[in-house]
């Protein structure tokens, strides 16, 4: 029998800090009054800047694919959840979640404004955002997440291949990217109508 089923399968030594990491850049960018200045700076940064959002939202997917495997578990306990009997406000669950969302939305322009691009990020990032951020709430920070059953999924989410999700994630964990992540978007999030 087993002890229980990891609350994290590996992913915390490849988060990069989106949020911090894209005020960073952009608090450089900004320290330039000439715009031609600016446009340089965002030039040299915005491949950064999407390695960092793509490492993110692969986060994001991974999360929910280990959510869904171990809902597929026989209920057994989840092991190293730090959030466990912890006070929960939703106020300090989403913050960077909403930011992810603004930044899907202001982005593309700023790429338009800077690099004359047109750029738009696939729907199914949007939507995925959308439900890890419905997941945080649902599971209001995972501060009652005792066991794998306690577990709730978003509304929507696809689940048909969650048996073979530890599968992809170990895969991905080995590879130490979690941006690779995102080539299972599809698994679990519907195609946009």
């Not at 106020?91 to 338009?112: A, C, G, S, V």
């Not at 577990?151 to 992809?168: H, V, W, Y």
């Amino acid at each position: 029998m087993s002890k229980g089923l990891e609350f994290d399968p590996g992913f915390a030594p490849y988060i990069m800090a989106f949020q911090g990491t894209v005020e960073y850049l952009y608090s450089d960018i900004n320290r330039f009054k000439n715009l031609s200045q600016k446009k340089v700076k965002f030039m040299q940064y915005h491949k950064k800047i999407l390695e960092v959002f793509n490492n993110n939202v692969g986060f994001y997917t991974g999360c929910l694919m280990w959510a869904a495997y171990i809902k597929t578990q026989k209920e057994q306990p989840i092991l190293n959840n730090g959030y466990l009997g912890l006070e929960y406000k939703e106020e300090e669950n989403t913050p960077e979640t909403d930011f992810t969302l603004r930044f899907i939305e202001l982005f593309p322009k700023d790429m338009q404004y800077f690099l004359g691009k047109k750029f738009e990020f696939e729907p199914e990032l949007k939507k995925l955002t959308e439900m890890y951020r419905e997941f945080l709430v649902i599971n209001k920070g995972f501060v009652e997440a005792k066991n794998n059953t306690d577990i709730k999924l978003p509304e929507g989410m696809l689940t048909e291949d969650a048996q073979s999700f530890k599968e992809k994630i170990d895969s991905v964990i080995k590879e130490g990217d979690l941006s690779k992540l995102l080539e299972f978007i599809s698994l679990i999030c519907p195609k946009e109508k």
